[in-house]
C-alpha cells in the first residue's frame, strides 16, 4: 500500500444509465477523500418508458452507442488531455446487474485498459452504493463497525461493514425488493415509469394512516425482508375499493405503502445497529433518494440518544453512476486490488 493518491475512471453500465467519473481519491483507507472531477450519466428511462421496464438489448444497444461520447465528455469536463499518463487506474462495474448490459461496460474497459496500458479494478455495483456517502465532501473519518441499509432496484440488504473492503451480509431480500415492490404498486396505481419515484411523489400529499398494510417480516429477529405480500396486499385492497365502488386517494394508498415499507427498512437497521454496536449507520441505493425514508432514519438515529452516526448517500448520486464506482475501487486500489482485464466477466447475480 505505497501508494496512496489516485485519480480513477469509473465506468458503470449495470442498468440502463450509462456513467463514465473521474474521481480523485487520497487519504488511504483510514481517512479516504474524493473529489469528483466529471460525473456524467446518459439516462435510457424514455426509451425504456413505453415498455414499463428496463429491456436488456436495448440498454445493451445504447450503451455502447452512448459510451464513447460520455467518455469524451468526462476527460474534457475533468481537464484530462492526457488519460494514460493522467488516470491511475480503470474501474468498471462487473455485477451485480444486467449481463448484457454490464458486458458492454467490460469489453469498452478492456479496450482502453489495452489502449492505455493500465490497471483495472473489477468493481462491484453494491460496493458502490456504499461507499457513496463518502462522496460527500464533509464525510471522510466514519467508525467502525458500521451497518449499511442498500436499497436499490432490485436489491434489498443490511450489511456489517467491520472496515472498508470488510462485508457480511446479514440480510437481504427473498422475494421483492424495496423498489421493485414501488414499481409494482405505481403499476397497479397506474402512474408513469419510471413508478417507484413517482409513488414516493403523490406519498407526500397522502396519508399515510388511510389504509393498514402489513409489515413483513418485522417481528422475526434474523434481517431478511419480503416485499411480495405487502404488493399482494396493495393489489386486493385496490380491488376492493373499486369492486364496491369506494371513492379512494392514490395517494393515500400510495402513503400508506411507503410508510409500511419504511417501517420495515427503518426498524430492521436499527435492529441490526444495536446488535452489532455499530458506530456508524448508512443508508445507499436508489431509494435512498426516498424523503420519508431519509427522515425516519434521521429520527430513529436521534432517537436513540446514543450518538450513533449517520451518514445518507448525497441525494444527487443515490441513482447508479460512475463516482460511486471510482470510490469503491479506490479502497482496492491502495492494496493492488487489481483484475486481469483479460479475464473480467459479467457476474449478474455478483454478491459483496
Known sequence: ?????????????SCDETAIAVVDASGGLASPNFRVRANII????KMHAPYGGVVPNLAKREHIRNLPIILEQALRKAGIKNPPKEIDAIAVTVGPGLEPALWTGITFTQKLAQEWDLPVVAANHMEGHLVTPLLNARVSQISFPLIALLVSGGHTEIVLVKKWGDYQVLGETVDDAAGEAFDKVARMLELPYPGGPEVSRIAR?????SFSFPRPMIQQKNYNFSFSGLKTSVLYQLRDLIAHNTPFSKNDIAASFEDAVVDVLALKTMRAAAEYKAKSI??????????SLRARMRDAVKKEKLGRALYLAP???TGDNAAMIAASAYFHSVKDDFANWKKLEAHATLQL
Open 1 to 13: 500500500m505505497s501508494k496512496k493518491n489516485f485519480t480513477i475512471l469509473g465506468i458503470e453500465t
Open 205 to 209: 400529499t397522502g396519508n399515510r394512516y
Open 282 to 291: 448508512i443508508v445507499g441505493g436508489g431509494v435512498a433518494a426516498n424523503t
Open 315 to 317: 441525494l444527487a448520486m
Open 42 to 45: 446518459s439516462s435510457q428511462i
